[in-house]
Nanobody, 127 residues
Framework: QVQLVESGGGSVQPGGSLRLSCVAS?????????VGWFRQAPGKEREGVAT??????TYTASVKGRFTISSDNAKKTLYLQMNSLKPDDTAMYYC?????????????????????WGQGTQVTVSS
């Protein structure tokens, strides 16, 4: 139904930059939309990083001013530009999308959504 493939992760030093991409294939969705980027560090719960609702973007406080979410609907691709990376940004980063309100239940900024997830891409920030 929905496949999301993330790429662009890697290992960088503090202060470095990475650009994550998420390409979607969603041939059976009547209504498809990217929801955003989430991350999960070892031993921690998955958390929202940045979401996009066609004209509105929302960021968790710790990444505001450093990360930028964007999408190219024609290419069905979601991006996350990450600048001034910090060790606390180290995590597996996941792309999430909504297909007709189906998928796995997850709370996004306190609102229950039903999401499809990619397999994740690892970001490691270390000196």
């Amino acid at each position: 139904q929905v496949q999301l493939v993330e790429s662009g992760g890697g290992s960088v030093q503090p202060g470095g930059s990475l650009r994550l991409s998420c390409v979607a294939s969603a041939s059976e969705c009547n209504r498809f939309s990217f929801v955003g980027w989430f991350r999960q560090a070892p031993g921690k719960e998955r958390e929202g990083v940045a979401t996009i609702d066609p004209r509105t973007t929302t960021y968790t406080a710790s990444v505001k001013g450093r990360f930028t979410i964007s999408s190219d609907n024609a290419k069905k691709t979601l991006y996350l530009q990450m600048n001034s990376l910090k060790p606390d940004d180290t995590a597996m980063y996941y792309c999430a999308a909504d297909c007709d309100g189906r998928g796995v239940r997850f709370s996004v900024w306190g609102r229950l959504r039903y999401l499809y997830w990619g397999q994740g891409t690892q970001v490691t920030v270390s000196s």
